[in-house]
C-alpha cells in the first residue's frame, strides 16, 4: 500500500475512534482495567502510620452479641481513646436514630451481687455484734432501744442504697453516649447524603448540619456542584458533641470498583467534606479551599512536618479523586484493633472491684494473730473500696451524668482524677499480690491448727479462699496491663475509624486489587493519599483524542514502504510502546494517559491494511496451495506459503528418521491383475499406509510403485520423531490385516499384501532438490541410505519390521523389540545392529514377551559362542512362538557352528551381499 493511503487510513482510524469517544464514553470500563493494571507497578512507598481501625469484628461480636451493640460499649470506647491520648475518632458507623435504653449487664452480672453481699455483710456484722455484747453483758437493758434504732437505721439505709443501686441498672444509652462523645471531644460522626428531600424530624436536622459542620469553599465556575438534594446528620444531641462531621456515600464505577471519590460535596448551597476529609482538614490547620475543575486547592495548609504550603488535589473532570489504594489486604493495610478488646478491659476491670470488695469480707484478722503483716489485707481492702467509691464519684463528675455538664477544665480535672484512682487501684492490688498472703497464710496455718484444732478446717477454707482471690487478681492484673498496653500504643496520637468488618456487615465492594475490600477501609485511603501527597493526576480526555490524530498518520506514512510481517510487526510494536510509555508515565509521575483509544484506533488501522494487503495476495497463494498439495504433503504446502523463500534450492541438515516399505512378490501379483484392478488395489493400500503416517505428522516423500518412502522430522521438527516412526510402522502392519481380509474377499488380489518395513535414525538432509524449473522437498544421506538397506534386510530374516540401533535407542522404552545380529549391509562399512519392532508396549502381549526374553536368553550364549545352550534356547523359542524364522535361523546356525566353529578373529558382525 502507497504512503499516502496508509496515512489516509491511519488518520480516518484516529478520527473515527476521537468521534466515538466524544459521543460516548468508549470503553471507560475497559480504561478503569487499564488504570487497575497501571495500578500495580505504582512505585513501592512507606504507608502512613497515622491509621488504626477500631473494628466491629467476629470476636467483637461473639463478645458483645449481635450489631447493632448497646450504645454504651461505644461510650465506654470512647472513654478509653480519651484515656489512651488518641487523636481523634471517626465514625463510619452511623447514630441516625435513637437507641433502646440498656442495661448495666457489667453490673447486673457482678456489681449487684458484690453490693448485696457488703450491705448483708455489713448488717450481720452490725447483729452480730449487738447479740454478743447482750451475751457478754457488755449492753444494758437501758441500752437496747438505742443499739435497737442503730441497728434499725443500717437496714433503712443499705435498703435505700441497694434500692438507688437498682435503678440505676437500667440507663439512657443516647445520654451516655452523647456525655462520654462531650468528654472525649474528638469524635467525628457522619452525614448521609440523600438523593431525595427529607421530611419530617428528619428535615429539620438540615440546619444542624449547614450550622455546624458545613464549610466555605471557593468553587470556580463551571465545578461540579453534585447531585445530593438532602442532607441527614446523626442524633441532633450527639452531632452537637461531635468535633465535626463528613459524608460517608462512596462512588463506584459501572464495573463495580472503587476507584476516585468526592471529596466535598454541595448540598442546597452548602459543601459538605467528605468524612476522613473532615478531619485532615482540621489537622492541616484548616486551610482554605478552593475547587477547580481538576483540582481541589488547600490554600495555606499546615502538614504534620511543618511549613505552611498549598496543596494541589487533582481531580478527574466529574470532580472526584483517584484513590492511591495500598495493594495488600484490607486486613493486611494499615494497623487494626478488635472491639473485643475493650470490651474485656471493661470486664476485667469489673473483675477486678468484684475481688476486692470480696477481699473486705474476710476475716484477716484471725490470721494476723500469728502474722501481724497480714493485718494489711483488711487495711488494703478498706482503701480499695475507698478508691473505688473515688473512681465512681469522678466517672460520674466527668460524664456529668446529672444536671447540665460542667466546663470543659472541670470535666477534663473530673476524668484525670478518674483515670488516676483507677490506676492507684491497680497499684495498690498489684503490692498486694507481690506481698503474697497466700503464701504468709500458709506458713501460719500449722499454729492455728495448733491453737484451735476444732476449728481448723474453717481456718483453712478461709486461707482457700484468700488464696483464690489474690490469684485471680495477680492473673486479671497481668492480662489487663497486657490488652491495655497493646491498645495504648496502638491508639496514642492516631486517627481512630471504627466500622463494621463482621461476616454479617454488607458493606464490602471492591478495589482496583482486591474483589472483597471492607468500604471503612476507604478512610485511611483517602488520608493516605493526601498525607502521603501520593496524587493520581487523570489526563485530560482532549489529550487522549488528539494524540492518535497526530501519531497515526505519521507512524502509517513510515511504515508503508515496509513487507507485510515487519510492517505488522511494527504496528504492534507501536502499540506496545504506547502501552508501555503510557505506564512508565504513571510510575514515575502519576499522571495517567488511558492509551485504549489510541491502541484501538492503531491496532485496528494495521489489521485493516493488512486485510486489504492480504486480500490482494490471497489469489497468488491459493494459487500455489492447489499447485503444490497435488505434489507435497500439506505440512510443506504450508511452509512454502508461510515463506516462498523455501522454493530455493538447498536444504537443511537435521536428525531425523527416514522409514522405507515394500510389498513382498507385488511383482508376481501385478502381473496377475488387470491394470485397472492394479491401480485400484494400489490406491486402496497406498491411502492406507500414508493415512498411519500422516497420523504421526510424518511426511511422505514419494510413492514408488508399490514403495513408499517417508520421513519424520521435517519440515515440521518433532523431538519424538523416531518413536513416531516406529509406531507408524506398527499401525501399517496393523492396517495391512484389514487390508487383505477386504481385498481377498472382494478379489481385487490373488494373494495378501505383505509389506517389509525399514527404519533408521540419523543426521539426514531434507529440502529442495532438483533444478529451478523443477524440484522436489526430499531426503537426502548415508542415514536414508541404511533405512533403505534394512526393508531389504528383513527377507535374510524373515523378518516384516527392522530399525536400527539408534532408531530404537532414541524411541525409548515404550516398544517390544527384538534384537538381532550386528551386519554391515551394502553399500555401508560401518556396522548396525538391527532390531526387530513387534509391537508397541501396551498392546504386546504375554506371548510376544515371552518370545523376547527367551530369545535374547539364546541370543546371550549365542554372541558368548555357547553353541549348544543357544541351540536349546532357540529351540525354546520356536516352541513358544510354534513359527519364529529368526529363532529357526539362529538354530540352524548353531548347528553349522558347532560341527564347524567361527574363526578366533570373527567379530560376530555379518556381512550382507543382498539388498
Same mark, same amino acid.
Given at each position: 500500500?502507497? *504512503? ?15 468521534? #466515538? ?33 477500631? =473494628? ?21 470506647? +470512647? ?19 435513637? *437507641? ?110 449547614? =450550622? ?46 472503587? &476507584? ?56 478527574? &473532570? ?32 469489673? $473483675? ?23 493485718? &494489711? ?42 483515670? $488516676? ?188 491494511? =493488512? ?61 496377475? +491383475? ?21 497420523? $504421526? ?28 516412526? #516406529? ?113 508397541? *508396549? ?7 514377551? &515371552? ?65
Amino acid at each position: 500500500m502507497k *504512503g499516502w493511503k496508509s496515512a489516509v487510513l491511519g488518520a480516518s482510524s484516529a478520527v473515527f475512534f476521537a468521534l #466515538c469517544g466524544l459521543t460516548v464514553p468508549l470503553g471507560s470500563a475497559d480504561d478503569g482495567r487499564i488504570y487497575d493494571f497501571f495500578l500495580r507497578f505504582r512505585k513501592d512507598r512507606d504507608r502512613i502510620d497515622t491509621v488504626v481501625f477500631l =473494628e466491629v469484628d467476629d470476636d467483637a461480636i461473639a463478645h458483645n452479641g449481635v450489631f447493632p451493640w448497646p450504645r454504651s460499649i461505644i461510650a465506654d470506647c +470512647l472513654l478509653r481513646l480519651k484515656e489512651y491520648g488518641a487523636k481523634l475518632a471517626l465514625f463510619d458507623i452511623e447514630f441516625i436514630d435513637r *437507641g433502646p435504653e440498656g442495661v448495666d449487664s457489667v453490673y447486673a452480672r457482678q456489681g449487684l451481687r458484690s453490693d448485696f453481699n457488703q450491705s448483708f455483710g455489713e448488717i450481720n456484722a452490725a447483729a452480730s455484734d449487738i447479740f454478743a455484747a447482750l451475751k457478754s453483758g457488755r449492753i444494758r437493758s437501758p441500752d437496747l432501744d438505742f443499739y435497737a434504732g442503730a441497728l434499725s437505721g443500717l437496714i433503712g439505709g443499705e435498703r435505700d442504697r441497694l434500692y438507688a443501686k437498682a435503678r440505676g441498672i437500667a440507663q439512657d444509652n443516647d445520654r451516655y453516649l452523647v456525655r462520654a462523645s462531650a468528654l472525649f471531644g474528638k469524635s467525628w460522626v457522619t452525614l448521609n447524603l440523600r438523593s431525595a428531600a427529607l421530611s419530617g424530624e428528619q428535615a429539620g436536622r438540615r440546619a444542624l448540619a449547614e =450550622e455546624r459542620f458545613s464549610r466555605p469553599v471557593q468553587a470556580r465556575e463551571g465545578t461540579p456542584a453534585g447531585r445530593f438534594r438532602d442532607i441527614l446528620p446523626a442524633l441532633p444531641a450527639f452531632a452537637l458533641t461531635a468535633q465535626g462531621a463528613g459524608f460517608t456515600n462512596i462512588e463506584i464505577d459501572r464495573d463495580g470498583i472503587r &476507584r476516585r471519590i468526592y471529596l466535598v460535596q454541595k448540598v442546597r448551597d452548602h459543601w459538605y467534606p467528605q468524612l476522613a476529609f473532615a478531619p485532615l482538614l482540621n489537622y492541616l490547620g484548616g486551610p482554605e479551599l478552593v475547587l477547580e475543575k481538576r483540582r481541589l486547592i488547600l490554600k495555606n495548609a499546615r502538614p504534620p512536618q511543618g511549613g505552611v504550603k498549598d496543596i494541589a488535589i487533582p481531580l478527574d &473532570r466529574q470532580g472526584r479523586m483517584l484513590l492511591d489504594w495500598p495493594p495488600d489486604r484490607y486486613q493486611h493495610s494499615y494497623r487494626h484493633l478488635s472491639l473485643a478488646g475493650f470490651a474485656r478491659l471493661e470486664d476485667i476491670e469489673a $473483675e477486678l472491684k468484684e475481688y476486692s470488695q470480696a477481699l473486705y469480707s474476710v476475716d484477716a484478722a484471725l490470721f494476723a494473730q500469728f502474722d501481724p503483716a497480714l493485718a &494489711r489485707l483488711s487495711l488494703d481492702a478498706a482503701e480499695l473500696a475507698g478508691l473505688y467509691a473515688a473512681i465512681g464519684a469522678s466517672r460520674a463528675a466527668a460524664l456529668a451524668l446529672e444536671g447540665p455538664p460542667p466546663e470543659r477544665e472541670a470535666l477534663d480535672a473530673a476524668f484525670a482524677a478518674y483515670v $488516676e484512682y483507677r490506676a492507684q487501684s491497680r497499684d495498690l492490688l498489684r503490692r498486694l499480690t507481690d506481698f503474697d498472703p497466700a503464701a504468709r497464710i500458709h506458713v501460719v496455718l500449722p499454729r492455728l491448727q495448733e491453737a484451735f484444732p476444732e476449728d481448723f478446717p474453717l481456718f483453712q477454707e478461709e486461707a482457700e479462699y484468700i488464696r483464690k482471690l489474690t490469684g485471680y487478681l495477680a492473673l486479671d492484673l497481668a492480662e489487663y496491663e497486657r490488652i491495655s498496653a497493646h491498645i495504648a500504643a496502638d491508639v496514642r496520637d492516631r486517627f481512630c475509624i471504627l466500622g463494621r468488618v463482621d461476616t454479617g456487615t454488607t458493606d464490602i465492594a471492591a478495589t482496583p486489587f482486591w474483589g472483597e475490600y471492607m468500604n471503612v477501609g476507604t478512610h485511611a485511603a483517602v488520608l493516605d493519599t493526601i498525607l502521603s501527597e501520593s496524587f493520581i493526576s487523570p489526563l485530560s480526555p482532549w489529550w487522549r483524542l488528539l494524540l492518535p490524530l497526530i501519531l497515526l498518520p505519521l507512524f502509517f506514512a513510515a511504515t508503508a514502504a515496509l513487507a507485510p510481517l515487519p510492517r505488522t510487526a511494527a504496528g504492534f510494536t507501536a502499540a506496545a510502546c504506547i502501552l508501555l510509555g503510557a505506564l512508565l508515565l504513571f510510575r514515575y509521575t502519576g499522571i495517567f494517559f488511558g492509551p485504549l483509544g489510541t491502541l484501538l484506533a492503531l491496532n485496528s488501522a494495521v489489521v485493516v491494511r =493488512e486485510i486489504i494487503s492480504h486480500t490482494g495476495s490471497e489469489r497468488e497463494k491459493s494459487f500455489l496451495r492447489k499447485a503444490f498439495s497435488t505434489y507435497v504433503s500439506g505440512e510443506v504446502v504450508r511452509e512454502i506459503i508461510a515463506d516462498p523463500s523455501r522454493l530455493q534450492l538447498g536444504g537443511t541438515e537435521r536428525r531425523m528418521t527416514a522409514l522405507f516399505t515394500d510389498v513382498q512378490g507385488f511383482s508376481g501379483i501385478a502381473e496377475r +491383475l488387470d491394470p485397472e484392478d492394479l491401480v485400484d488395489l494400489l490406491n486402496r493400500y497406498l491411502t492406507a499406509m500414508s493415512d498411519a503416517l500422516l497420523a $504421526e505428522k510424518g511426511t511422505i516423500d514419494k510413492f514408488e510403485g508399490d514403495a513408499v518412502i517417508a520421513f519424520f522430522g521435517a519440515p515440521l521438527e518433532l523431538g519424538d520423531h523416531a518413536l513416531r516412526a #516406529c509406531r507408524s510402522a506398527l499401525a501399517m502392519k496393523r492396517i495391512e490385516k484389514d487390508i487383505n481380509r477386504r481385498v481377498l474377499r472382494e478379489k481385487l488380489s490373488p494373494a495378501p499384501l505383505l509389506t517389509r518395513i525399514g527404519v533408521n535414525t540419523g543426521l539426514m538432509v531434507a529440502g529442495n532438490m532438483g533444478t529451478e524449473n523443477k524440484m522436489n522437498y526430499t531426503i537426502m544421506g548415508n542415514a536414508v541410505n541404511l533405512a533403505a538397506r534394512l526393508e531389504g534386510v528383513n527377507k535374510q530374516y524373515g523378518t516384516w519390521i527392522l530399525a536400527s540401533e539408534d532408531t530404537v535407542r532414541e524411541a525409548g522404552n515404550g516398544l517390544l523389540v527384538r534384537k538381532l545380529d550386528r551386519v554391515r549391509v551394502v553399500g555401508i562399512s560401518e556396522p548396525v545392529r538391527l532390531y526387530e519392532l513387534l509391537e508397541t *508396549g501396551e498392546r504386546a502381549g504375554a506371548g510376544q514377551k &515371552r518370545l523376547v526374553e527367551v530369545f535374547h536368553g539364546a541370543l546371550e550364549f549365542f554372541e558368548r559362542r555357547d553353541w549348544k545352550r543357544a541351540a536349546e534356547g532357540f529351540q525354546e523359542a520356536l516352541a513358544v512362538a510354534g513359527e519364529d524364522k529368526p529363532a529357526g535361523l539362529y538354530r540352524k546356525r548353531c548347528g553349522g557352528f558347532l560341527a564347524n566353529p567361527p574363526p578366533d578373529s570373527w567379530d560376530g558382525v555379518y556381512n550382507l551381499t543382498e539388498k
